[in-house]
Each structure stands twice: as C-alpha cells, then as structure tokens.
C-alpha cells in the first residue's frame, strides 16, 4: 500500500458540477481512526453521476475500500452511473469485490415458528429417550451375558477402577460424612434441648446416618468425583476415535469400558456408604461429647436402642443403587459427548447433573418403597 | 489379481444421509482381493463416511455392503462380529487406546479373540511393533510418541489378528512426505507378503499415483462415484473436469 510522510486525517469533500456530483477523498484513512461515512457525505443529494477521486490519499486500508464499496452500492441502489476509474485500479477492484460481497452475505431471518420449535424440542426429547432405552437395554444384554458366562469381563480394568473409585476417595468421603454428623449433632441438640432430651441426638443420628445420609453423602460425592472423570475420559475417548477402534475390532464399548467401571462403583458404593455411617456416627459422638456432656460410652449404648440391621441393610440397598446410577450416568454422558473439547466439559457436567438428579429422584422412590413394606 | 474372483468387498446401491443431508446417494463398486483400492477426492465429499459405512460404524440408510459375497449390512450380531474379526483399521489419528502401552495396544485384539497364553502374546506384540518399526517402543504410551510413530502402532494394532482386509483413513494426514512415503512402502508390503486387500480413503496425490491399483473418486454435488479406474487411466481418459482436476494439481501427470 502507498505509504506517505504525512498523517493527516481521513477526509471526503463534495462538489457538485451541475447534476454531477464529485467526491474527493485525501488524507490518511485508517481504521483505527475515524473517517467519512458514506451516508453522511452523500446526505440527501440526488445527482444524476457520481465521480469519486482519490488522488489525495496517501496512506489507506480497509476503511477506505469500506467507504467506496458503500458508494458503488449507493449509486447501484439510486440507478445512476458512478465513475470510480480515477482511484488506482487495486483500490476500485477490492471495493468492487467488498460491494458484491456484503451484497450477497444476506441477512438471513434464521428464527423460527413456534411450531417448528416445538416439534424440534419434541424430536430432540424422543432422541433423549432413545438413546437412553439403547444404552440400558445393551447394558442389561451384557450384564446378562455376563451373568450366563457368556461373555468375560477385565478383571484387571474393574480393580483399577474399584482403587480409583473406591479406596481413593476415602479422604474426601470421611470428610464429608464426619462433618454431616457434627451438622446433625448440632441442628438435632437445638429441638431435643427444649425437651431435655439431649440424649437422643444418639438416635437421631444414628438412624439418620445409616437409613439416609451415608448413602447419600457416599453417592453425592462420587457422582461429583468420579462419574463426572468416567464422563470426561470416555469423552475424550470418543473424540480420539479410541471408541470407534474397540466398535471395529467388534469390542462392544460397552462390556469394555462400561462395565467394569459400573460393576467397581455397584461394590464400592455400598462400603463407602458403610464407612460414611461410621465416621457420620463419630461426628456426633464427638459434637455430643464436646458440647452436651454425653460420654462415648452412653451415646453407643443409647444408639443401639433404635439402630438396627435392619436400618444398616436399607442404606446398603440404596447405595447399590446409587452406584450404579452413578456409573451408568457418568459413561452414558461420556458416550453421547460431542467430538470437541467443549463436548467433553459438557458432558462432565452433565453427567454430574443427571447422577444427583436420578439419586434424588431413586431415593425417593426408596423411601415409599421401604414405608410399604415396612422396613 | 484374477478379474473372475469373487469381489473381496462389494457396495451395492449404497446411501447414506446424516440427520436431513444426503451425503452418499447410489454408491456401487467392488474391490478385488489383494488389491490396493483407493477413495479418492476432495474434501466433504464424503469419503470418510463411506468408509465408516464399510467397515460398521454407520449404518447404510438404503443399500447394502458384503464382504466375501456375505452381507454385512443385514448379519446378525454373532456373524457381524465374526466379519469385524476379519479386518483392522488404521484411524485417522492412529486412536490408540491412550490409557495402555503400545504393547497392551497390540495385546488386546489378541487377548480378546484367541486364547494364547501370555507370553505368546507377548512376542506377537513385539513381532508386530517390528514389523512396522517400532521394536524397543513396547512399553511406550502413545503420548509419548509422534504422530507418525502412533499411525504405524495404530497399524500394528489394526494387522493383530492378520486381517484380510485393512482400511486407511488418511493415512499419509498430518505426515511429513518421507514418513509418508515409508507408510506407502509398508502398505504395499503388507499386501505383497499377505495377499491382504487394502482399501485407502485419501486425498495425496502421490500417494495414489504411488500405490493405488485402483481408485474411486467421490464428488460431493454428485453425491457418488464419478471415476472410476486405474489412476494413470482416470488422470487421462476421464470426460469430467473435476477429476483430471483433482488428479493433476500439482502437475504430477500420469505416466
């Protein structure tokens, strides 16, 4: 591009030679600084030519191509000849290339009717339930298969899993629980006071730890840890072909991948949940030492008075359950991911979103359950 | 290479559309045993979609593939399977599995199809690493490699179970043009010592012109064939523009 010594502003005069209108531009136009619009130099003159000049400008970019492609699209819209031949032939090709390209682009209307919406909403929810019968349905033909010894299962695989689900996350899981029975020993000591009953705080956590929070806590944390990890790797599996491999080798994806980390959480669920009552139990115990004058001693014996088998083997079912919600949510999110890095992040958090969802949903469907029967 | 033999691989009448899109319409050709067949043209044609078709990770929206005169399109589970056993594939980026050893890589395929013990596995993992020039590289992640080096491991994978076919996804993408051109001599090797027929999606000139026996080439305003033949012949005789085009961009003319 010309480059010149002299930095003057961009500037655009008018003159007009009878019906002839001629538009000299000088200086240097630049898009960081401001020049001329079109609109505002035209104003609301009807010549019957226009002639643009451009001897004057010294030092140019876009800007300028911006404002001649503007020109030649105003005189095509008015009809009336425009002479651009003066400005240097690169100048006047680019603006003639610029003018037929913003006038092609089209502002598309990309919105749509409320029909269409609604049908494409639809469409995408069946596509949901389908993929989701899919995935069950070929867990449930491997797991059946497994079951007959049909069909063998990495071993190897599972106890990796089992180590990295399980016993790593110990730490954060008697964490969590221990601090869920500090919570309930305090909130729990605030009604009993009134009735001088602090004794029973024992009790209220002893059956609270083991009929809910346990499993609970257990699930929660795991579906945070470790199925949002099956969600991100097998995303990021998927996205490296590493899936389309095992489905060309005649691997099901499944057997391979989902179920070992399934069947590693199915087991380890239930003895996490275990170990969360105990520490939930040592939480209370401690706040109820510490705060209410209850010894270790009288808060097991008074613990025991309510919390039986029966209780313990109710957090156990429910935690089974939990686990493998967890599991089958986590690689289900990691399967459907999209093939890009924002694909795998989505569905990390999906998998998050729809394990806590269907513990919740599960556990309340237990709850009825288990007030049926009476257990 | 009889013309009479029963066609290695045979798509008959294929389409395929993805969500409303047609991408693949009336697709039909066969590829001859120990062959070296090439999908050719430009990108978005298509070409990758129709391998994913072959080998079974699409299913065809209208027509059928068969392999050895059997339909894989319409088997069922069992012998579907029994077919996938039958050939490998190289992906496109090598899709070793990242989590296991080059080694383990290997190992795998075998330890789910065969039951050799152990330490059979173990020198056949090391014969094949050999085979593509990655001896010593056994207890090697894949990250811990190049790009060049995972294509041929993720070919080592794929020759496992010493397919009878093998297909490439752009096997010379991302390649430098020497480690591409020592793949080509691996693949041709390949087939000269085990008769394996090789299907190649590319779009490297020289590479079709190096080794392709034949080639198909896609368009994707036709949604189809629109060549078909030997390379050097297609490059001349073809009527359509798009193709001789496509074959002679870089001036490479056949001969």
New interface residues.
């Given amino acids: 591009m010309p480059a010149s010594p002299e930095m003057t502003g961009a500037r655009a005069t008018t003159r007009s030679e009878g019906s002839l209108l001629v538009v000299s531009l000088e200086g240097t136009w630049s898009l960081e600084s401001s020049t001329p619009r079109w609109g505002t130099v035209a104003g609301s003159s009807k010549p019957t030519s226009v002639r643009l000049v451009a001897d004057g400008v010294s030092v140019w970019d876009t800007s300028l191509i911006v404002f001649l492609g503007e020109a030649l699209r105003w005189c095509a819209a008015l009809g009336v000849p425009c002479d651009a031949s003066p400005p240097p032939l690169t100048m006047r090709s680019l603006a003639t290339q610029f003018e037929s390209a913003i006038r092609t682009c089209g502002h598309e209307d990309h919105s749509r009717s409320l029909t269409v919406e609604v049908g494409l909403a639809t469409r995408n929810v069946m596509d949901h339930v389908k993929n989701l019968l899919n995935f069950v349905g070929e867990f449930w033909i491997d797991s059946t298969r497994l079951i007959r010894g049909r069909a063998g299962l990495r071993w190897g695989d599972c106890l990796n899993e089992m180590q990295r689900c399980g016993a790593m996350a110990l730490p954060i899981v008697s964490l969590i629980s221990f601090l869920v029975g500090v919570t309930l020993a305090y909130s729990g000591s605030i009604v009993l006071k009134r009735f001088g009953g602090e004794i029973w705080v024992a009790d209220l956590i002893g059956v609270a730890m083991t009929r809910e929070m346990g499993a609970l806590m257990a699930a929660i944390t795991l579906a945070g840890r470790t199925g949002a990890a099956f969600a991100a790797e097998i995303g990021t599996m998927k996205g490296n072909e590493e899936i389309d491999a095992l489905s060309t080798l005649g691997i099901s994806p499944i057997r391979f991948l989902v179920m070992p980390r399934v069947l590693a959480l199915g087991l380890m669920m239930p003895l996490l949940a275990m170990y969360a009552n105990c520490l939930g139990i040592l939480g209370g115990m401690a706040v109820s030492y510490a705060t209410l004058d209850i010894p270790p001693a009288a808060y097991w014996v008074e613990m025991l008075t309510i919390v039986d088998m029966q209780d313990i083997l109710v957090g156990v079912i429910k935690s089974v359950a939990f686990g493998l919600i967890v599991g089958l949510s986590g690689c289900l999110r990691g399967l459907q991911a999209d093939r890009n890095a924002a694909g795998v992040g989505k569905a990390a958090t999906s998998a998050v979103v729809t394990a806590i969802l269907l513990i919740i949903v599960a556990d309340a469907v237990f709850a009825v359950l288990f007030h049926a029967i009476g257990l | 290479m009889t013309i009479e033999a029963k066609p290695a691989i045979e798509v008959k009448d294929l389409a395929f559309s993805y969500e409303e899109s047609v991408i693949l319409d009336g697709v039909s050709f066969s590829v001859r045993p120990a062959e070296i067949f090439f999908i050719i043209g430009g990108s978005g044609c298509g070409k990758t979609t129709l391998l ?1 078709n072959l ?3 699409e299913r065809p929206t209208r027509g059928e593939v068969l392999f050895d005169g059997k339909s894989f399109t319409h088997a069922d589970a069992n012998s ?2 029994e077919m ?2 039958t ?3 190289l ?3 090598g ?4 989590s296991l050893t080059l080694s383990q890589n290997i190992a ?2 075998l330890e ?1 199809y065969t039951r050799l013990p152990a330490d059979e596995i173990r020198n056949i993992t090391a014969f094949k690493l050999a085979q593509v020039g990655l001896a010593g590289f056994e207890e090697h992640y894949p990250s811990e490699i190049s790009g060049g080096m995972r294509k041929r491991a ?1 070919l080592a ?1 794929a020759l496992a179970l010493d397919p009878r076919i093998v ?1 490439f996804d752009e096997p010379s993408a991302g390649l430098d043009p020497v480690t591409a051109r020592n793949l080509d001599e691996l693949i041709v090797q390949i087939r000269d010592t085990f008769g394996t027929t090789i299907v190649v999606v590319s779009h490297d000139v020289d590479s079709i012109f190096g080794i392709a026996d034949r080639v198909i080439m896609l368009d994707r305003s036709k949604k189809g064939i629109i060549a078909e033949g030997k390379p050097s012949e297609v490059a001349v005789d073809s009527a359509n523009p798009k193709v001789v085009e496509f074959l002679t961009r870089r001036g490479v003319k056949a001969g």
């Avoid at chain 2, 899709?95 to 990242?98: C, H, K, R």
């Fill in positions: 994913r080998v079974g990770l579907r399977k996938l056993k050939f490998g594939m992906f496109q980026s899709a070793l599995w990242t795998l395929p789910e993720g994978r297909f």
